[in-house]
């Protein structure tokens, strides 16, 4: 009995080795990501690809843990697929495209973002409204972009004589800060992400997407099997 407790105890600390530094499973529970990821997919994550982090909590015990990082063999690079912990609440993961980097000014245009200015080609994007929101037909508050006035380039905010009235489908320029990136989801009239509420700082980065390992139709209540195996891009 004493030897099966003790490997039942060294298969768990093995077990939380992995889930806290190396690989960590993550399921698709919203559209905003759609049609790259669609609801139901379930995702092998790499965790040491951007360093691993603590967990949010101790596992098993409500005890929460300093945000400490190992180093990483790269940074999020604009346009890979990211996990993150959800900056309004750490117990939350949301799975994003980052978009832009600390030091890149990032901007939308009647749907088309630009980056430093240069308009880019994003043939994953998923566009389901064609209504182009501006500020005579928005379709969220102003006060859900009231964070983005502090990043806005100084000559815009001149330009617009202090009237800064952002939407959906326009806004910025902003300047990301060094350490923080702008996220995206591809579904984009339908994704509660960066526009909303904000940069998400370094510490927040959980790892990048490697492989989709099962996926299930909800609806249909059946695999698809055609999704199975796919590389994450």
């Not at 790259?36 to 691993?52: E, F, Q, R």
């Not at 945000?67 to 063999?73: M, N, T």
């Not at 999020?76 to 949301?94: A, L, S």
């Given at each position: 009995m004493k030897e099966w407790a003790k490997s039942l105890g060294l298969a768990f600390i093995l077990f939380l080795i992995i889930r806290i530094f190396l690989v960590?499973?993550?399921t698709i529970p919203t559209g905003s990501m759609e049609r790259t990821l669609l609801v139901g997919d379930y995702l092998l994550v790499n965790k040491m690809v951007y360093g691993a982090k603590t967990p949010r909590k101790l596992p098993l015990l409500a005890l929460e843990l300093p945000i400490l990082r190992l180093p990483g063999l790269e940074t999020p690079r604009r346009g890979e697929i990211v996990v993150f912990?959800?900056?309004?609440?750490?117990?939350?993961?949301?799975?994003?495209?980052?978009?832009a980097v600390g030091s890149d000014t990032v901007?939308?245009?009647?749907?088309?973002l630009y980056i430093n200015s240069i308009p880019q080609?994003?043939?994953?994007?998923?566009q389901v409204d064609p209504t182009i929101r501006r500020d005579e037909n928005r379709f969220y508050s102003?006060?859900?972009f009231a964070w983005q006035k502090?990043?806005?380039?100084?000559?815009a905010l001149f330009r617009l004589d202090g009237e800064y009235r952002p939407t959906r489908d326009n806004f910025g320029p902003l300047v990301v800060p060094e350490g923080k990136y702008f996220c995206l989801g591809d579904?984009?009239?339908?994704?509660?992400?960066?526009r909303f509420w904000g940069f998400v700082d370094e510490r927040l980065i959980k790892g990048r997407p490697?492989?989709?390992?099962?996926?299930?139709?909800?609806?249909?209540?059946?695999?698809r099997f055609g999704r199975i195996g796919q590389i994450i891009q």
């Amino acid at each position: 009995m004493k030897e099966w407790a003790k490997s039942l105890g060294l298969a768990f600390i093995l077990f939380l080795i992995i889930r806290i530094f190396l690989v960590q499973a993550f399921t698709i529970p919203t559209g905003s990501m759609e049609r790259t990821l669609l609801v139901g997919d379930y995702l092998l994550v790499n965790k040491m690809v951007y360093g691993a982090k603590t967990p949010r909590k101790l596992p098993l015990l409500a005890l929460e843990l300093p945000i400490l990082r190992l180093p990483g063999l790269e940074t999020p690079r604009r346009g890979e697929i990211v996990v993150f912990e959800y900056p309004k609440d750490r117990d939350m993961d949301f799975v994003k495209r980052c978009v832009a980097v600390g030091s890149d000014t990032v901007e939308m245009r009647d749907k088309v973002l630009y980056i430093n200015s240069i308009p880019q080609s994003e043939p994953y994007i998923q566009q389901v409204d064609p209504t182009i929101r501006r500020d005579e037909n928005r379709f969220y508050s102003i006060d859900s972009f009231a964070w983005q006035k502090e990043y806005l380039v100084p000559e815009a905010l001149f330009r617009l004589d202090g009237e800064y009235r952002p939407t959906r489908d326009n806004f910025g320029p902003l300047v990301v800060p060094e350490g923080k990136y702008f996220c995206l989801g591809d579904n984009r009239d339908y994704s509660n992400d960066s526009r909303f509420w904000g940069f998400v700082d370094e510490r927040l980065i959980k790892g990048r997407p490697l492989i989709l390992y099962y996926s299930w139709n909800k609806e249909h209540k059946f695999p698809r099997f055609g999704r199975i195996g796919q590389i994450i891009q």
